[in-house]
């Protein structure tokens, strides 16, 4: 396995940035990683290496470098001020912001020779679910293969809302949604669905039964693993179709 730290130019500043891929058999599909609200961390290092190791070239941008902030540490106990500064930098990003950031991505994986200059993945966990599907919406003749998993703000009013923009993907998409959820409960993901019905979208939601948000992080007291290990095999089996 090839690793490395880049720092990608933005129009916002510097983006700290892992990637990894096989050494051999390139150039591999790329994959993009949206980080979730905790931010970057060797737990999701693994991740990437996981896709890594399927043979895909993964990114894994540290989407808070416009507060100066890369690995967050423990994030604490509700009301903690760690969780409190956790929550600012997660409401101080934006979608448009993600998607100059996904542009960046792009221009820099298309000089990569390890690179596959062919249809690429976006998968986003928690707040990261939203930008995996815009991604696919504003980039639809590259994006080929989006997951939002337990993502939150999947029904807003907003007008980059996840249930309004996947119609425009060209992507399969796939939601994977715990049914233990306060940041996307039951009638919030049964909303979801209606808009997805109607969107035309080639999509999947599929619930999660039993499970909390963060089931599929190892570290966390929720995990679960053979929802985590189902929750791979249908990511997998996504690029595989879509990402050849």
Not at 153 to 162: I, Y
């Amino acid at each position: 396995m090839i690793e490395e730290t880049v720092d990608i130019a933005t129009r916002d500043g510097t983006m700290t940035t892992f990637i990894c891929h096989p050494e051999r058999g390139g150039p591999h599909p790329v994959i993009i990683i949206y980080m979730d609200a905790p931010g970057i961390r060797e737990e999701l290092r693994d991740m990437a290496r996981r896709l890594g190791t399927a043979g895909y070239y993964v990114v894994l941008p540290n989407m808070y470098y416009r507060s100066g902030e890369m690995e967050l540490g423990p994030i604490g106990a509700e009301g903690s001020p760690e969780r409190a500064k956790m929550f600012a930098l997660m409401n101080s990003i934006t979608i448009p912001m993600v998607m100059d950031d996904t542009a960046a991505i792009l221009d820099l994986v298309a000089g990569r020779a390890a690179a596959s200059p062919g249809p690429i993945g976006c998968m986003g966990y928690c707040m990261s679910g939203t930008y995996a599907v815009n991604a696919a919406a504003r980039f639809p003749d590259r994006v080929a293969a989006a997951a939002s998993i337990y993502g939150a703000n999947l029904v807003t009013e907003a007008d980059d809302s996840p249930h309004k923009v996947a119609g425009r993907a060209k992507a399969e998409l796939y939601f994977a949604c715990a049914e233990i959820d306060i940041w996307a409960p039951p009638e919030t993901v049964a909303a979801l669905q209606t808009a997805l019905d109607a969107s035309g979208a080639n999509v999947e939601l599929e619930i999660y039964p039993g499970v909390h948000h963060g089931f599929a992080f190892p570290l966390r007291p929720i995990y679960d693993k053979p929802a985590a290990e189902r929750h791979w095999e249908r990511l997998l089996a996504l690029f595989r179709r879509r990402l050849a």
